[in-house]
C-alpha cells in the first residue's frame, strides 16, 4: 500500500512542479524571445538608418562599400537608379542571398502594406522609406528596408535585405538549452520527490506498522484471559457443589479484572496517540506522592520479604503542578516492577531529590523533580534500556507472569511525557535496575 502511494505522491510531487517548472520557463523563454528579436531589429534599423545616410549624402557608390556593408553586417544592399539596377549588382559584386522572387515579394510588400513604390518617382520626396518582414520564397526570413533617395540627376531606389539566419539559430539555441534545462530540473524534481515524499511517509508507515503490532500483540493478551473464562465457564455448568461454583466464579472474576486492566491499558495508550491524554495538574507536594506509593505496597513487599525503603530531603518539599494521579499510576507501575523482578531478600527504595537551578541547593529554587525507584534484582541489560518502554516488551521473554502485559513502562512513559519530564533507567548501585523520573515544578 505504502510503495503504491510512494509512487503516487512522487508522480504527483514531480507533476505538480513540473507544470509550474514549465509555465514559468514558457514566460521567461518568451520575454527572452522578445528581447532578442527586439534587440536585432533594432540593430537592423540602426544600420538602416546608417544606410540611407550615406545614400543621402554620396553621390557616387562604391563597390568596396556595398561589400564591405554585406561582409560587416551580412546584408544584401539592391541598389536601383531611375528603376534600373546598378552596374556593380549586374556584376555580381554584392552578396546575393535574396532570389528575384524574394525581390518581386519585397517590392510588392512595401506597395501594397506602404504605399511605397520604390520605381515610380511622382510625388516622390527627398527620402522615405518602410521596414518590415518578409518570408522568402526559399523559406528565408528576413527584415527588408525598401525606399528612396533624391539625387539631382533622378531617383535612387533601395532594397536592403537582413536574414534572421542568426536570429533564428540564436532562437534554437536559446529553445533547446531552455529545453534541455527543463529536462534535467524535472529528473532532478522527481527524485526529490521520491526521497521528499519517502521521508514524509516513513512515520505513517513506521506508525501504522506500531499499531499492526500493538492490535496483534493485544489481541494475543486477550486470547488468554478469554480461553480461561470459556474454559470457567463450562467447567462452572459442569460443576455440581457450592465449592466447585465458586472456585470457578473466582477463577472467572480474576480474568475479568485482568482483562479490565488490560483494556484499561489500552484506553490510555489509544488516548496518548491522539494527543488526548487528559492530564489534571495541581498543587500537589512530591513527598506525599511518595509516601502514598509506599504505603500502598509496604504490605506487598514484606509478604515477598523485600525490604522496601524510602528516602526523602531534610528539608520541606517545594510544592509542584502535577497530575498526583497518573504520576502514582507511573510510581505504582515502577514498584510493580521492582517488587516483581527483585527476589526474596532483596531491596527495593524509594527516594525524591531536586534539581536546582544555577548551582543553588535551595529546594525553594529547584526547577526539576525527580523520582526514583532502585532495586537489587537482575537489572536491565544495555540492549534493552530503551526498548523496554515500547509497548509489550518484556526484558525477559520467558517472562509469564499474567499481570504483566509490557504496557506498565509504556504507559508511564507516556504520562511522563504529557508532564514535559523524561523516563530513563541505569543500573543500580546494588546491582539492580534504577528508574529515574524528571519532572519540571512548573
Not at 466464579?249 to 483494556?263: A, D, T
Request: with cysteine; glycine share 6%.
Amino acid at each position: 500500500m505504502f510503495h503504491k502511494l510512494h509512487r503516487q505522491m512522487t508522480f504527483f510531487c514531480a507533476a505538480v512542479t513540473g507544470m509550474i517548472l514549465i509555465l514559468l520557463t514558457l514566460l521567461c523563454l518568451w520575454i527572452s524571445e522578445q528581447s532578442l528579436e527586439k534587440n536585432h531589429y533594432a540593430s537592423f534599423q540602426n544600420e538602416t538608418n546608417s544606410v540611407l545616410t550615406h545614400l543621402q549624402l554620396q553621390d557616387v557608390i562604391s563597390l568596396q562599400w556595398v561589400n564591405q556593408l554585406a561582409e560587416k553586417n551580412h546584408f544584401e544592399l539592391l541598389l536601383y537608379d531611375n528603376g534600373s539596377p546598378l552596374y556593380l549588382q549586374q556584376l555580381g559584386g554584392a552578396h546575393r542571398t535574396a532570389t528575384g522572387e524574394d525581390v518581386r515579394l519585397a517590392v510588392q510588400t512595401a506597395a501594397d502594406s506602404f504605399g511605397l513604390n520604390i520605381f515610380s518617382s511622382s510625388g516622390r520626396q527627398l527620402a522615405q522609406h518602410a521596414e518590415f518582414t518578409l518570408s522568402g520564397a526559399s523559406g528565408t526570413s528576413y527584415y527588408v528596408s525598401a525606399g528612396t533617395v533624391s539625387k539631382a540627376h533622378g531617383t535612387l531606389s533601395f532594397l536592403l535585405f537582413y536574414p534572421r539566419t542568426a536570429q533564428n539559430g540564436q532562437l534554437l539555441f536559446q529553445r533547446l538549452a531552455f529545453f534541455f534545462a527543463d529536462l534535467l530540473a524535472l529528473l532532478l524534481l522527481t527524485a526529490f520527490s521520491w526521497q521528499f515524499t519517502g521521508y514524509m511517509l516513513r512515520p505513517l508507515e513506521e506508525n501504522v506498522k506500531r499499531q499492526s503490532a500493538f492490535v496483534a500483540s493485544a489481541s494475543h493478551e486477550l486470547r488468554t484471559p478469554l480461553a480461561v473464562m470459556r474454559s470457567g465457564i463450562e467447567a462452572l455448568q459442569k460443576a455440581s457443589g457450592d465449592a466447585d461454583r465458586a472456585h470457578f466464579m473466582s477463577i472467572l472474576m480474576q480474568e475479568n479484572l485482568r482483562m479490565q486492566r488490560l483494556v484499561s491499558d489500552m484506553l490510555i495508550l489509544t488516548n496518548s496517540d491522539a494527543r488526548s491524554l487528559s492530564l489534571h495538574e495541581t498543587p500537589c507536594q512530591p513527598d506525599e506522592l511518595l509516601l502514598a506509593a509506599y504505603e500502598k505496597y509496604e504490605l506487598l513487599a514484606a509478604d515477598k520479604d523485600i525490604s522496601l525503603k524510602i528516602t526523602l530531603p531534610d528539608d520541606a518539599s517545594p510544592t509542584c503542578s502535577l497530575d498526583a494521579d497518573r504520576i502514582g499510576q507511573v510510581l505504582s507501575v515502577l514498584l510493580d516492577n521492582a517488587l516483581s523482578y527483585t527476589p526474596a531478600g532483596g531491596t527495593v527504595t524509594l527516594s525524591l531529590s531536586y534539581d536546582a537551578a544555577n548551582g543553588q541547593t535551595a529546594h525553594s529554587a529547584a526547577k526539576y523533580i525527580r523520582f526514583t525507584v532502585s532495586d537489587s534484582g537482575c537489572g536491565v541489560p544495555d540492549d534493552d534500556k530503551t526498548r523496554i518502554f515500547d509497548r509489550f516488551y518484556r526484558a525477559e521473554q520467558s517472562h509469564t507472569s499474567k499481570d504483566h502485559y509490557g504496557l506498565g513502562l509504556c504507559i508511564a512513559k507516556e504520562i511522563v511525557t504529557a508532564h514535559r519530564g523524561k523516563i530513563f533507567v541505569t543500573d543500580a548501585p546494588e546491582g539492580g535496575a534504577c528508574f529515574s523520573v524528571v519532572l519540571p515544578r512548573e
